[in-house]
């Protein structure tokens, strides 16, 4: 028998011979040994030491070793238990391996049988620890921060993430709407020696340019005609932290200018001030446009750019990951069915092949919305391909008998996936007002 310092096994055995035997030729193979004489001693000390194996005697007086097992099993208690019982009580050593129990030895039994089982035994709670080693390895590689992927594209960006977290460089972080910039950007702040300091955003194409003026900079009271109280802008609020500027692209000619500015100095002046404020903060910028061919087009400044490109993500399209589609698919699934309190828990083969089949134009974005839509219209315990209108071949919606308010929820909220948080863009593609639309999303509870 190969020597298991480690092992730690418990005999319990109303004879005292069978004890002494087993406990001898276990300990000649290297394993930690106790004893008990009954099923209350070996239970008490169970409830105060570790055992990795316990061989039990099926009759014993008082509590035999059936009672034993379940008592073992109501606490909880993780040893794997070998019965040993005689030729006439196989029938109570069957119902032992239903409660539990890992297998049985029919007394008199070979001591070689013992050695082979208690080996069967070892290897299998080794194998049981080293899946459970990989479990803990794969949770840490397929969720960083709140990013989620196994594919080699996102492992490689996790290791980026990790590695320019630990300096203070600018970083610039492109990709298409709803590929989960943001999120990035915040894994950066979160991994960095800034991170008990604010994470401070602002969508740059939100905001006209006088309001993404006083947004980024502040203003004192009396600015402008509703300037009816000082305001701290961004820019001060993101002091020791990160100003993270999502869709950088965006901003006017002259606000690139004065952004250059700060960038440059780190000081500014509220609106409507004259005091020369200054802020200590890091850079992340985010966009989804193409901001070389912006500068051939003179709508984005060069010196900008390249005091925004010290360092460059690009976050893949879901297009071009789609081995992640199940694990992104079961993390919304995950999260809408404990918020919304719904029994879901799996999905369909065919609905998930129906998802890695489609385009994703929204990205992640787009599939955590069809999640959550599938997760409140589905019913029964599993996400079916009927309960995902947005994901069918050509990326139409399969309309059935839906009414007019359900086919404008689904319109809208597939708008918003697919043109991310730009509202001005949505509103414009469905021709009503920006508060109209706020309306409508306040309405079909949608996320933006």
């Known amino acids: 028998m190969l020597p298991h310092k480690k092992i730690s096994i418990l005999v ?8 002494e035997s087993l406990s001898g030729w276990l300990k000649r193979g290297g394993f930690l040994v106790e004893t008990a004489a009954d099923g209350f ?13 316990m061989l039990i005697d099926v009759k014993m007086p008082e509590m035999d070793g059936l009672a034993l097992l ?33 297998d049985y030895l029919l007394k008199p039994f070979e001591l070689e049988e013992l050695n082979f089982t208690i080996e069967k035994m070892v290897q299998m709670q080794s194998l049981a620890m080293e899946n459970l080693i990989l479990k803990d390895r794969l949770a840490t590689v397929t969720r960083f921060e709140n990013l989620v992927g196994q594919s080699p594209v996102m492992l490689k960006l996790f290791e980026t993430i990790v590695d320019v977290a630990q300096t203070d460089t600018t970083v610039l972080i492109t990709g298409e709407t709803g590929t989960g910039k943001e999120l990035v950007a915040r894994a950066i702040h979160a991994q960095s020696p800034r991170c008990y300091a604010p994470f401070i955003a602002i969508n740059c194409g939100a905001f006209t340019e006088q309001l993404l003026e006083s947004e ?20 001060e609020m993101a002091h020791a ?23 440059e100095t780190r000081e500014f002046t509220r609106v409507g001030g004259t005091a020369t404020l200054r802020s200590d903060f890091r850079v992340i910028a985010a966009t989804n446009q193409d901001l070389q061919e912006a500068i051939r087009q003179k709508t ?24 992640d589609i199940p694990l992104l698919a079961q993390h919304f699934l995950r999260r809408y069915a404990t918020e919304t309190k719904k029994k879901i828990d799996s ?9 890695q089949r489609y385009s994703w134009p929204g990205n992640v974005r787009e599939l955590e919305n069809a999640i959550e839509r599938a997760v409140v219209v589905g019913k029964g315990r599993q996400i079916k391909r009927g309960d995902l209108p947005f994901v069918v071949p050509g990326g139409a ?10 086919l404008e929820r689904q319109h809208i909220a597939h708008l918003l996936a697919t043109k991310g948080s730009n509202l001005s863009n949505v509103a414009r593609v469905l021709r009503i007002n920006r508060s109209t639309l706020y309306e409508k999303i306040k309405k079909y509870g949608l996320s933006h």
């Not at 001693?41 to 194996?53: N, R």
């Not at 509703?226 to 701290?232: E, G, I, L, N, R």
Request: proline content about 2%; aromatic content about 6%; hydrophobic content about 40%.
């Open 300 to 323: 984005f400044r060069q010196d900008l750019y390249y005091r925004l490109n010290v360092i460059h993500l690009q976050v893949p399209p879901l297009r071009e990951r789609l081995e």
């Open 347 to 355: 999905i369909h083969p065919k609905a998930l092949e129906a998802m």
């Open 397 to 406: 919606a399969e309309l059935g008998e839906l009414s007019l308010e359900e």
């Open 41 to 53: 001693t070996a239970l008490a000390k169970a409830q105060e030491t570790h055992y990795d194996i």
């Open 216 to 235: 980024l900079f502040g203003h004192e009271k009396g600015a402008f005609t509703d300037a009816k109280y000082t305001k701290k802008g961004r820019l």
């Open 12 to 19: 319990v055995d109303d004879e005292l011979s069978i004890r």
């Open 70 to 102: 379940k008592k073992l099993k109501e606490n909880e208690n993780e040893a794997a238990i070998l019965m040993m019982t005689a030729h006439g009580d196989i029938q109570d050593a069957v119902e032992a391996i239903k409660s539990g129990a890992y």
């Open 241 to 263: 932290g990160t100003l993270f500027l999502d869709e950088v692209g965006d901003i006017s000619m002259k606000m690139q200018i004065d952004l250059l500015r700060v960038l």
